[in-house]
Each structure stands twice: as C-alpha cells, then as structure tokens.
C-alpha cells in the first residue's frame, strides 16, 4: 500500500517537474505557466520525490528503501515519459490523480499498521 | 566524425583508430592496474582494506582512460603521458616496496 | 580526434556500443532473466515440488545424509529459500588411507536433490534450468570459462565507456528528459527512444554495469592483491576467514539438532535465514557445523558464517565485521546480484533492466537509422551496412527466441535422453543462429515482421508447451495458488505480447521520406 503511494509520489513529483519545463506546458496543461507557478510547480515535484523516499523508507528501511526508491523513480519516470508521448493531456490528469490517491494510500496504511500494532 | 568530415587519406584514419584502441584498452589496462596497485601500498588503511579500494577505483580509473584516448588531440600524446604516468606509478610501487615488503 | 571533446565523444560511443553491442544485449538479455533464477529453475524441473521452510528441508537434509554418507568427511548443504522447491546436498568421502584425497566436487554420486517438504530424494530431467542463463551473462559458452569472463568483462568495460561518453555527447540530458517523439521521423523518435531507455534508468545501467565488473574484480585486477601479497591464499583467509579443518577424533558422538542450531543461527542474525551449512566430521565428537547466513538477507551479499560445536550445538565462532572498503565490495555485488529484493523491488530490477536492453537494442538499431540516409544508394547497401542491420535483426530477435527455444527443448527433449541439459543450451544457440540466417536471407522489412513473430510464437506458447507435456498448466497452478508460476506463464504471454507488438510496428514501418540535408545531430524544432 505504501509502495503503491511511493509510486504515486514519484509520478507526480516527476509530473510537476514536467509542467515546470516551458516545453512540455502547452502539450501538458494547455497554456504557459508564469515565472511563480513555474517555481512552485519545480518545488512540488521535489517534494514529491522526497516523499516518495520516506515512504520507501518507512516500507523497507534505509538501506533496501533507498534502492527501491531509486528504482521507483526510474520506473515513474519512464511510465510519465511514456504516457506524456501518447497522452499529454492524460498524463497530467493522472498526476493530479496520483497526488490526491496518495496521501489517502498513506492514510490507510498508517491507519492499519495502528490497528495492527 | 563518422565518415564526413574525413580529409586524412584512409590509410592514416586507420592507423590514428588503431592507436587510439591499442592505448585505450592496452594502456588503460596498464594504468588501472598499476592505480590498484599503487592505492593499495599506499592508501594509509589496513591492507585488505586498501587492496579492496584500490581494486574497487581501478575500473573507473579504466574507462577515464578509454575516454581521454579518443578524445586527445593526437594519438602519440595519449602514448607519451599514459607511458610518463605508468612509469611514475611503477616507481612509487617499486619504492612502496622496498620500504615494506608484501605479506 | 580531429573535432570538439563533444564529438569525439560521440564517435567512440557509437563505435564502442556497435562493436560490443551484440554480445552487451545478449548479456543483458540473459541477465535480466536471471533475476527469476529460482523460478526458471523451479520451471525447468517439472519434477520438483514447492517450497518450504528451511528448517524442514534441513531436518530431511540430515536424515537423508545420516542414512547415505555417515563417515562422510564433510556434508555440505544448501538450504531452500522461499523460492526454491530442492535442498542440494553434496559430500566428500572420507579418505581411505594410502589413496589420494577424493575430490568430491562434480561427481554425481556425491551429490543429491532433496524435495524441500518431504526430504525425499527428487531426481529431475537433465537440465541446467535458470543457472545456465546466470551464467552465461558473465561467462558465455562454448569458450573455457576464464576465457568467456574475459570477454564479458572487456563488453562491460565498453559498456562503462559507452555509458560515460553517451552521458557528455548527449548535451541536452536534462532538457530532453521526459521527451519521446514516437510520431517524429524515424532517426528523430528511435533516439528519442534510446535517450529515454538509457537517461531515465541511468543509475540502473552505471550501477549494473560497474558492480558486474566488481562481481569478476578478482580475476580482472588481481594486481591490487598481487602488490599486497606474497600468495593469493593469503589474500582470501584475510577476506573469507574460514575454520580450520580438524581431523576425525576416532570418538563417536551424535550430530546436535541441526534445526535447533540453525533456530540459534537465525536468532544470532536477528531473524535472518540460514543458506548454506557445512558439517565436517558429522558422528564424529570433533564434528563442526559452519552456517552460512543467506546472501539476500541484507545489501552485503555475504552475510557472514557462524560456527559451531557440532555435537553440543554451541556457538564458537562469527565471522568478523568488515571493513568500510570490504563492505562496499559486498554491496556492490549485492545489488547487482539483486538476491535482496522482494517480490516488489525484484520487478522493479527486471523492469529497469529491460529498460537496459531496450537501450541497447535502440542503440543499435539507431546506427542503422541514421547511416541509411546518408547510403549513396539506399537500395544497395555497401556490405559493412548489411552485415550490421542482419546482425541486429538476428540478435534482436535471435536472443529472446533462444531463449524461448531451450525451454521449448526443455519440455520435448525425451527426458532419459543423454546429453540432454547440453542439448537444451544447443537449442539456444540454434535458435539465434538460425534466426540471424533468416535475418540474412530476406529483405530488410520482412526479415524483421518474421523473426520479431516467430521469436513472439516461441515465447508466447510456452505455457502452452508446458501444459501438453507436463502436468504443469496455469490451471493447475491457480488451483493450488502457485503464484510464483503463474506469474511465470503469465510473464511469458505478456513478453510474447510485446514481441508480437514490435513485429506489428515492424510491419507498419514506412522508411520516413527523405529527411531534409540538415546536420542531423542538431536538434530537430522542439
């Protein structure tokens, strides 16, 4: 569940990193970002990334974590690379998607791992 | 690069790619094996764990090498320094040597 | 070279990813398999059952050993993990007086597979199962075995060099970072391919491509050793400290309870799983029991050997704590062995490193890509042109179909047949072979539409096969939730279903119409 939302993370941090490069905007979310939305959207997708990792973390522990971690990234950004060549449009709706799935997967986990404990 | 900007007669273009290899893969070996060597006299930890350095840099030490062969001006320079750098390693091995001798 | 850092650059990873290509993605190919050795093997050996707990394979282990070789020398064990269905067992005999010592390694009637539940004897069909494919990643075949390490090893030393040069030809590696044009002309979308396999799974491929190197680092820079050490010898006590070997008392006693002393072993590791364990002298009161902590219980690969009293079941002895140098050594070969990874991050390594081949199979068909253009002919290709693209059609497509091919030959070799694991490694090398001969007799486009589908058909049927031989089907597997095979045969039909894909694109491929004489490396408008 929670490696389900590190995935998330990833593909949507990578996602706002996207938006924020003038040249996937129009084919993204059909208009030019300005110089502020661009450094939000820069500051989103490094926020997604890092927690992405702390997810990782929280699932496997530091060592194992950063490897899955390092392998989650790579394997959302090929899926965004991807889906962006066939789908813009799609591709940014799923990050928003992603990012509102997200904390709730994590919700969730911490809520069963509560009960468990 | 590759095949269009070619003004050298052919035979020349050859023999350059053919030093270039010989030194990329002949002295790069050569130069990554006397670095493993020479990091494992004389980096200041336990033996084993200067061996272990030294051997896990070489292979870095290897494709910097096989880089800096082909991208060099000319193919001889590659020869010069490479052979000036091997021989300064094997001195300081040689040296490393004559102060302690192996386990 | 004549011309910018840039483009000398760009001349040697060209040259370099070409001359070494073939080999790189058949090494990927097979690598990348071997991520699912267990399972591979475990498909091979429809014999064999299903996994179980390491403690009672153990306790089987050590009845059937007791009852087989009692005044062995030394017993050694391999325990199951979760993913294999056998315990291998293996022992030396003790030495009669006045006889050389035996060499006990590699002789059949020193050895024996155990079913992991039963403890029964199991004798699966002659077969090199997921091992040969592990092996011959780094090792090749049909070449002596330090000779194929070499030439694995000089690809891989390419492949770092390539990798490198790549990294500072391609200028734009940021900017370009989540671009893929597929519906651009034909040179502009197979590099946006080959950039886009190759930058987004960049740690993969560097990390892949210099902990392989580190895994043969012995045989490939022994130098760092030989500066250190008189003797070799010396060098791996100091690495691999190991117990020395005593000599039988003469003194019966019984073996202590192999479980309850593995039960110690892992409570020692803090929950972690006993591999392999050694007894030497079992019966004996001077017997030693040696467990060797499973190589994927942490990123090091090797998890350290206990000793013990193998009559009193005490502890003795722990293999010291590495060193930082040491300890990265391990890890290194950690990762690229992958044997940590759960069942998540174990598809997380096969993805990225299909990733890998798919770099390397764009590379190589860039060149062709990009050469076929500029040919002063483009209908009569100078020989060096056709070889390449033959090659990359027979390899592409060869390698995936040869591999299909063995486990083909795996289901119908008859299995009293002799010769036969060596056979099922021939029907690889046919196979490719055979694939790169087609490649040879027909035009271009056809060549790849048939060889892209047969390799498909080879894959794709498998389960198939599997189901008109044996009594292994995807039913039977549900039915007894065996996920592991069915995610075997459902892997088979989804990679099948990719090959079939790129043989569909193959035959919808229209050669772009000729592109504009512009420098081509430039970049196209974005």
């Given at each position: 569940?929670?490696l389900?939302?590190?995935?998330?993370?990833?593909?949507?941090?990578?996602?706002?990193?996207?938006?924020?490069?003038?040249?996937?905007?129009?084919?993204?979310?059909g208009?030019?970002?300005?110089?502020?939305?661009?450094?939000?959207?820069?500051?989103?997708?490094?926020?997604?990334?890092?927690?992405?990792?702390?997810?990782?973390?929280?699932?496997?522990?530091?060592?194992?974590?950063?490897?899955?971690?390092?392998?989650?990234?790579?394997?959302?950004?090929?899926?965004?690379?991807?889906?962006?060549?066939?789908?813009?449009?799609?591709?940014?709706?799923?990050?928003?998607?992603?990012?509102?799935?997200?904390?709730?997967?994590i919700?969730?986990?911490?809520?069963?791992?509560?009960?468990?404990? | 690069?590759?095949?269009?900007?070619?003004?050298?007669?052919?035979?020349?273009?050859?023999?350059?790619?053919?030093a270039?290899?010989?030194?990329?893969?002949?002295?790069?070996y050569?130069?990554?094996?006397?670095?493993?060597?020479?990091?494992?006299?004389?980096?200041?930890?336990?033996?084993?764990?200067?061996?272990?350095?030294?051997?896990?840099?070489?292979?870095?030490?290897?494709?910097?090498?096989?880089m800096?062969?082909?991208?060099?001006?000319?193919?001889w320079?590659?020869?010069?320094?490479?052979?000036?750098?091997?021989?300064?390693?094997?001195?300081?091995?040689?040296?490393?040597?004559?102060?302690?001798?192996?386990? | 070279?004549?011309?910018?850092?840039?483009?000398?650059?760009?001349?040697?990873?060209?040259?370099?990813?070409?001359?070494?290509?073939w080999?790189?993605?058949?090494?990927?190919?097979?690598?990348?398999?071997?991520y699912?050795?267990?399972?591979?093997?475990?498909?091979?050996?429809?014999?064999?059952?299903?996994?179980?707990?390491?403690?009672?394979?153990?306790?089987?282990?050590?009845?059937y050993?007791?009852?087989?070789?009692?005044?062995?020398?030394?017993?050694?064990?391999?325990?199951?993990?979760?993913?294999?269905?056998?315990a291998?067992?293996?022992?030396?005999?003790?030495?009669?007086?006045g006889?050389?010592?035996?060499?006990?390694?590699?002789?059949?009637?020193?050895?024996?597979?155990?079913?992991?539940?039963?403890?029964?004897?199991v004798?699966?069909?002659?077969?090199?199962?997921?091992?040969?494919?592990y092996?011959?990643?780094?090792?090749?075949h049909?070449?002596?075995?330090?000779?194929?390490?070499?030439?694995?090893?000089?690809?891989?030393?390419?492949?770092?060099?390539?990798?490198?040069?790549?990294?500072?030809?391609?200028?734009?590696?940021?900017?370009?970072?989540?671009t893929?044009?597929?519906?651009?002309?034909?040179?502009?979308?197979?590099?946006?391919?080959?950039?886009?396999?190759?930058?987004?799974?960049?740690?993969?491929?560097?990390?892949?491509t210099y902990?392989?190197?580190?895994?043969?680092?012995?045989?490939?820079?022994?130098?760092?050793?030989?500066?250190?050490y008189?003797?070799?010898?010396?060098?791996?006590?100091?690495?691999?400290?190991?117990?020395?070997?005593?000599?039988?008392?003469?003194?019966?006693?019984?073996?202590?309870?192999?479980?309850?002393?593995?039960?110690?072993?892992?409570?020692h590791?803090g929950?972690?799983?006993?591999?392999?364990?050694?007894?030497?002298?079992?019966?004996?009161?001077s017997?030693?029991?040696?467990?060797?902590?499973?190589?994927?219980?942490?990123?090091?690969?090797?998890?350290?050997t206990?000793?013990?009293?193998?009559?009193?079941?005490?502890?003795?002895?722990?293999?010291?704590?590495?060193?930082?140098?040491?300890?990265?050594?391990?890890?290194?070969?950690?990762?690229?062995?992958?044997?940590?990874?759960?069942?998540?991050?174990?598809?997380?390594?096969?993805?990225?490193?299909?990733?890998?081949?798919a770099?390397?199979?764009?590379?190589?068909?860039?060149?062709?890509?990009k050469?076929?253009s500029?040919?002063?002919?483009?209908?009569r290709?100078?020989f060096?042109?056709?070889?390449?693209?033959?090659?990359?059609i027979?390899?592409?497509?060869?390698?995936?179909?040869?591999?299909?091919?063995?486990?083909?030959?795996?289901?119908?070799?008859?299995?009293?047949?002799?010769?036969?694991?060596?056979?099922?490694?021939?029907?690889?090398?046919?196979?490719?072979?055979?694939?790169?001969?087609?490649a040879?007799?027909?035009?271009t486009?056809?060549?790849?539409?048939?060889?892209?589908s047969?390799?498909?058909?080879?894959?794709?049927?498998?389960?198939?096969?599997?189901?008109?031989t044996?009594?292994?089907?995807?039913?039977?597997?549900?039915?007894?939730?065996?996920?592991?095979?069915?995610?075997?045969?459902?892997?088979?039909?989804?990679?099948?279903?990719?090959?079939?894909?790129?043989?569909?694109?193959a035959?919808?491929?229209?050669?772009?119409?000729?592109?504009?004489?512009?420098?081509?490396?430039?970049?196209?408008?974005?």
């Amino acid at each position: 569940m929670i490696l389900t939302a590190a995935f998330l993370l990833a593909y949507a941090g990578f996602a706002a990193l996207c938006v924020s490069m003038t040249k996937h905007q129009v084919e993204t979310v059909g208009r030019r970002l300005d110089v502020r939305e661009q450094s939000l959207a820069k500051a989103g997708g490094a926020a997604g990334l890092a927690a992405a990792f702390a997810c990782a973390v929280v699932a496997e522990g530091w060592r194992f974590g950063s490897v899955l971690w390092s392998g989650v990234i790579m394997l959302a950004a090929l899926a965004l690379a991807l889906l962006l060549a066939y789908r813009p449009r799609t591709a940014a709706r799923a990050a928003a998607v992603s990012a509102y799935f997200a904390p709730l997967l994590i919700a969730a986990w911490a809520l069963v791992t509560f009960i468990r404990a | 690069m590759s095949g269009r900007a070619v003004r050298a007669p052919a035979w020349r273009r050859g023999a350059d790619v053919a030093a270039r290899t010989v030194a990329a893969i002949g002295l790069g070996y050569l130069l990554a094996a006397l670095a493993a060597a020479a990091l494992a006299r004389w980096l200041p930890v336990p033996r084993l764990e200067a061996t272990m350095t030294g051997s896990l840099i070489s292979f870095a030490v290897f494709a910097a090498v096989a880089m800096w062969a082909f991208a060099a001006r000319e193919a001889w320079r590659v020869w010069a320094y490479g052979c000036l750098v091997a021989s300064g390693l094997a001195v300081l091995i040689w040296l490393s040597l004559l102060m302690e001798p192996r386990l | 070279m004549k011309g910018s850092f840039r483009q000398s650059m760009a001349w040697l990873h060209t040259w370099s990813g070409l001359v070494f290509g073939w080999v790189l993605f058949a090494m990927f190919m097979t690598g990348t398999a071997s991520y699912f050795r267990p399972e591979i093997t475990r498909w091979m050996e429809p014999e064999t059952g299903r996994p179980a707990s390491y403690a009672q394979a153990a306790q089987g282990a050590v009845a059937y050993l007791t009852k087989t070789a009692p005044d062995a020398k030394s017993w050694s064990i391999t325990l199951p993990d979760e993913r294999q269905a056998t315990a291998r067992l293996f022992w030396r005999p003790a030495p009669t007086p006045g006889e050389e010592a035996p060499r006990g390694r590699g002789r059949s009637e020193n050895r024996a597979i155990l079913d992991a539940a039963t403890g029964q004897p199991v004798s699966p069909r002659d077969t090199r199962g997921g091992e040969f494919f592990y092996r011959v990643h780094f090792q090749m075949h049909y070449l002596p075995v330090l000779q194929g390490r070499w030439v694995a090893g000089l690809c891989a030393m390419f492949m770092l060099v390539a990798i490198a040069s790549g990294v500072v030809t391609h200028k734009r590696i940021f900017k370009d970072f989540f671009t893929f044009r597929p519906r651009k002309a034909a040179q502009r979308s197979w590099l946006d391919a080959h950039n886009l396999t190759a930058v987004l799974a960049l740690p993969f491929h560097l990390m892949i491509t210099y902990t392989g190197l580190v895994t043969l680092m012995g045989l490939y820079m022994p130098w760092g050793v030989a500066a250190n050490y008189k003797a070799p010898e010396t060098y791996f006590e100091a690495m691999f400290p190991r117990a020395e070997e005593v000599e039988r008392s003469g003194v019966a006693a019984p073996l202590a309870d192999l479980p309850k002393v593995l039960a110690t072993a892992s409570a020692h590791w803090g929950g972690g799983r006993p591999w392999i364990v050694n007894v030497s002298n079992p019966g004996d009161a001077s017997a030693v029991i040696e467990v060797t902590r499973h190589s994927g219980d942490q990123l090091a690969y090797s998890g350290g050997t206990l000793t013990f009293n193998g009559v009193t079941g005490q502890l003795m002895t722990a293999s010291p704590q590495p060193g930082p140098a040491v300890l990265t050594n391990r890890v290194m070969y950690g990762l690229h062995m992958g044997r940590f990874a759960d069942p998540i991050l174990r598809w997380v390594y096969f993805l990225c490193s299909l990733a890998g081949c798919a770099m390397v199979a764009t590379g190589l068909v860039l060149w062709t890509v990009k050469r076929r253009s500029q040919l002063p002919d483009p209908e009569r290709p100078h020989f060096g042109f056709r070889l390449v693209e033959r090659l990359n059609i027979g390899t592409i497509a060869g390698v995936p179909a040869g591999m299909a091919a063995m486990l083909w030959a795996n289901r119908l070799l008859p299995v009293g047949m002799a010769g036969r694991a060596e056979w099922e490694v021939h029907a690889f090398f046919i196979a490719w072979g055979a694939m790169i001969a087609w490649a040879c007799a027909r035009p271009t486009r056809r060549a790849w539409v048939e060889t892209l589908s047969a390799s498909a058909f080879l894959v794709a049927a498998l389960p198939l096969v599997s189901a008109a031989t044996t009594s292994r089907n995807l039913v039977s597997h549900l039915m007894t939730s065996d996920w592991a095979m069915v995610a075997f045969d459902l892997t088979l039909l989804a990679l099948g279903g990719a090959l079939a894909f790129c043989a569909l694109k193959a035959g919808a491929y229209r050669t772009a119409p000729k592109p504009r004489r512009r420098n081509r490396t430039e970049e196209a408008p974005a």
